[in-house]
């Protein structure tokens, strides 16, 4: 069985302040882990992945993810963060090898940037 | 927008009701699926189209019915629903590979009376 954790249902951050979006995982194997940022009455926009290679991934918007296999995290992390970068944020995990198409996605977390 | 569209964008139905949740996708690729969002629940897998062939479902009732008649294309096919089956119904498409992600629809909003 793989699973996503995480642990905070909302993050509140100045704007101009660095922002981070806590994910954990379990997965046998290897992972592939995904960031999706949702909008009020939208579905769901890819961010970035990690598939191998370098930890440190970057994506859109200036948003970037570190993957740590000892700690199984996959942390979002902005330097600087924007009040339009308030929406809600989900991290996703998959098994790197089978067949299985199975996306299992963490319960969101809440940004909001206050200005 | 990320080339995939669902129709409509807000349904409220009664329980004896039959209808039907549209999904179109522009971008070429051969596998789509069918989510439920509810609040403050994670994503839920319903159904995985690849290459028009349903290869997962996962443990959906049989009030939800999807179909898949080219690869552009998923339907979602609803009757006798439940007012617990009020949620956002998400559609997603991705090439079939393991390591892509997923384009996603701007969603139904559904609402069973």
């Known amino acids: 069985a793989q699973s996503v954790a995480q642990p905070e249902d909302q993050v509140n951050v100045a704007e101009g302040n660095p922002l981070t979006v806590k994910c954990t995982y379990s997965?046998?194997?290897?992972?592939?882990l995904f960031w999706y940022v949702q909008y009020p009455n939208r579905g769901l926009q890819f961010l970035l992945k990690?598939?191998?290679?370098?930890?440190l991934v970057k994506g859109s918007y200036g948003f970037e993810a570190e993957f740590n296999k000892s700690q199984t995290s996959f942390h979002l992390k902005k330097p600087s963060a924007l009040v339009s970068d308030s929406a809600l944020y989900f991290c996703?995990?998959?098994?790197?090898?089978?067949?299985?198409?199975?996306?299992?996605f963490g319960s969101g977390t809440q940004l909001t940037v206050l200005p | 927008e990320t080339g995939v569209t669902q129709t409509p964008r807000h349904l409220v139905m009664g329980m004896t009701n039959k209808k039907s949740l549209k999904c179109e996708q522009h971008l070429g690729h051969n596998a789509m699926y069918w989510y439920k969002q509810s609040a403050k629940k994670p994503l839920e897998l319903m159904f995985v189209?690849?290459?028009?062939?349903?290869?997962e479902n996962n443990s959906v009732p049989s009030r939800f019915s999807p179909e898949c008649p080219n690869s552009s294309h998923l339907f979602l096919h609803l009757h006798t629903l439940q007012p617990e089956d009020s949620a956002l119904y998400l559609c997603?498409?991705?090439?079939?590979?393991?390591?892509?992600?997923?384009?996603f629809g701007p969603g139904t909003r559904l609402t069973v009376l």
């Open positions: 990690y598939i191998t290679g370098d930890n």
């Open positions: 997965v046998s194997g290897n992972p592939y």
């Open positions: 997603a498409s991705s090439q079939d590979r393991i390591y892509n992600e997923q384009f």
């Open positions: 189209y690849s290459l028009e062939e349903r290869v």
């Open positions: 996703a995990v998959r098994r790197s090898s089978g067949s299985a198409r199975q996306l299992t």
